[in-house]
């Protein structure tokens, strides 16, 4: 029988998150770090809504771009919240942000299109865009710098083939995010050699100390970038699967002809769901948001505390729900920390590795969790450390 694999999909590397997963579940006594979920349940108010829909038997089909009073809210959330105005027939809810950001790239990338992202970013990107026929390409991104794109290393980044930039900001892997400032700074080098931006702003509820900006509110670019966003992370929904994204008239156009044919629409349920989340909070600054928020933020407080202590200089995070200590000082790479602490100490991280090839020497330590498993946590991370002091 012949190979039916292509060679795209042999090239294609297993996620290096999920490994980790799988052994802390056959460990009864595990605590994971890991994983990039709330650990709050979604609200009541949000779940009785999608019990109300199933009981009144709403269980069809939505249209393709999803429920008009889930767009008409989201079209009013994005204005007062961020600042950016879509119109509802512009905005199409997708099956998480996740098929928002594959309907942006397949739309988009042609073979051998190059797309930049920063490095550490989320392990998804750059499969996406291999998948696409297109190039990857990595913007370094350090600590020094607050884990940001600068004007310099993208200009230094940028070639004849490239197309399109991703902005991951908040930043999953290390919670750097883009000022306003910031962000105008590298607006002048988009401009230069005419690049879309695909925005990933899925976590821009969770900032701390600042309010999240989007790069499609400053002049001019609104006509250049897709924006992509969802509810799974401020709203506690990751299970939903409810997302969307907005886009210029004509790759709007490009990626609901896609949706059509790959998803035909969202959930209706989760959609329903949606819909109770973004009503009625716009007075309160959605109440439930903001006690996870303040909650995160607790937390977040807690572990770059816990890591300094050690010895292990950590970058403190401003949005998201992750924490990227160095691990440089116990001289082990990533990897062989994040391996041994497992083993040794019964306690998962992901290798910054996973993220790029910039967050080698790190690690990625999730903060959804409750407080007592990260004390417990941080308990077993010193004691590790100490152990690889003491021996070394």
Same mark, same amino acid.
């Given at each position: 029988?012949?190979?039916?694999?292509?060679?795209?999909?042999?090239?294609?590397?297993?996620?290096?998150?999920?490994?980790?997963?799988?052994?802390?579940?056959?460990?009864?006594?595990?605590?994971?770090?890991?994983?990039?979920?709330?650990?709050?349940?979604?609200?009541?108010?949000?779940?009785?809504?999608?019990?109300?829909?199933?009981?009144?038997?709403?269980?069809?089909?939505?249209?393709?771009?999803?429920?008009?009073?889930?767009?008409?809210?989201?079209?009013?959330?994005?204005?007062?919240?961020?600042?950016?105005?879509?119109?509802?027939?512009?905005?199409?809810?997708?099956?998480?942000?996740?098929?928002?950001?594959?309907?942006?790239?397949?739309?988009?990338?042609?073979?051998?299109?190059?797309?930049?992202?920063?490095?550490?970013?989320?392990?998804?990107?750059?499969?996406?865009?291999?998948?696409?026929?297109?190039?990857?390409?990595?913007?370094?991104?350090?600590?020094?710098?607050?884990?940001?794109?600068?004007?310099?290393?993208?200009?230094?980044?940028?070639?004849?083939? !490239?197309?399109?930039?991703?902005?991951?900001?908040?930043?999953?892997?290390?919670?750097?995010?883009? !000022?306003?400032?910031?962000?105008? &700074?590298?607006?002048?080098?988009?401009?230069?050699?005419?690049?879309?931006?695909?925005?990933?702003?899925?976590?821009?509820?969770?900032?701390?100390?600042?309010?999240?900006?989007?790069?499609?509110?400053?002049?001019?670019? &609104?006509?250049?970038?897709?924006?992509?966003?969802?509810?799974?992370?401020?709203?506690?929904?990751?299970?939903?699967?409810?997302?969307?994204?907005?886009?210029?008239?004509?790759?709007?156009?490009?990626?609901?002809?896609?949706?059509?044919?790959?998803?035909?629409?969202?959930?209706?349920?989760?959609?329903?769901?949606?819909?109770?989340?973004?009503?009625?909070?716009?007075?309160?600054?959605?109440?439930?948001?903001?006690?996870?928020?303040?909650?995160?933020?607790?937390?977040?407080?807690?572990?770059?505390?816990?890591?300094?202590?050690?010895?292990?200089?950590?970058?403190?995070?401003?949005?998201?729900?992750?924490?990227?200590?160095?691990?440089?000082?116990?001289?082990?790479?990533?990897?062989?920390?994040?391996?041994?602490?497992?083993?040794?100490?019964?306690?998962?991280?992901?290798?910054?590795?996973?993220?790029?090839?910039?967050?080698?020497?790190?690690?990625?330590?999730?903060?959804?969790?409750?407080?007592?498993?990260?004390?417990?946590?941080?308990?077993?991370?010193?004691?590790?450390?100490? &152990?690889?002091?003491?021996?070394?």
């Amino acid at each position: 029988m012949r190979d039916f694999l292509t060679q795209r999909a042999k090239a294609l590397k297993p996620s290096g998150i999920r490994k980790y997963f799988d052994i802390v579940e056959r460990m009864p006594d595990a605590i994971s770090l890991g994983v990039g979920e709330p650990d709050f349940v979604t609200p009541w108010d949000i779940r009785s809504a999608g019990i109300r829909s199933l009981q009144k038997g709403y269980t069809s089909y939505t249209g393709n771009r999803g429920l008009e009073e889930l767009r008409a809210l989201i079209s009013r959330y994005l204005s007062e919240r961020f600042c950016v105005s879509y119109a509802p027939e512009n905005i199409i809810v997708t099956v998480g942000a996740s098929e928002g950001i594959d309907l942006a790239l397949r739309t988009t990338c042609e073979a051998g299109d190059e797309v930049l992202m920063p490095d550490p970013a989320y392990v998804s990107y750059a499969p996406i865009v291999s998948l696409c026929g297109g190039v990857p390409v990595s913007v370094a991104c350090t600590a020094e710098n607050g884990f940001i794109i600068t004007p310099e290393a993208l200009e230094a980044a940028v070639t004849a083939r !490239t197309k399109a930039i991703i902005l991951a900001y908040p930043n999953n892997p290390t919670g750097g995010i883009m !000022t306003r400032e910031q962000l105008e &700074k590298i607006v002048p080098v988009i401009e230069k050699y005419d690049l879309l931006v695909i925005s990933d702003e899925i976590y821009a509820e969770l900032t701390y100390g600042c309010a999240h900006c989007s790069v499609a509110s400053l002049a001019g670019m &609104k006509e250049r970038t897709v924006l992509l966003s969802g509810f799974s992370k401020a709203f506690a929904m990751t299970g939903w699967r409810i997302g969307y994204v907005c886009a210029p008239p004509a790759l709007d156009a490009a990626m609901l002809k896609v949706h059509q044919y790959t998803m035909l629409c969202a959930p209706r349920i989760a959609q329903h769901a949606a819909v109770a989340a973004l009503s009625g909070g716009f007075s309160d600054g959605f109440a439930s948001v903001v006690r996870m928020r303040d909650e995160y933020d607790r937390r977040r407080r807690f572990l770059v505390d816990a890591f300094n202590a050690l010895g292990l200089t950590c970058f403190e995070p401003r949005g998201a729900f992750y924490v990227f200590p160095g691990v440089a000082a116990t001289g082990l790479t990533g990897e062989e920390f994040a391996e041994r602490l497992l083993m040794e100490e019964q306690v998962a991280v992901v290798p910054g590795s996973a993220f790029g090839s910039c967050g080698g020497g790190h690690v990625r330590c999730s903060y959804a969790t409750g407080m007592d498993e990260l004390k417990e946590a941080a308990g077993r991370i010193a004691r590790f450390v100490e &152990k690889l002091r003491k021996n070394a």
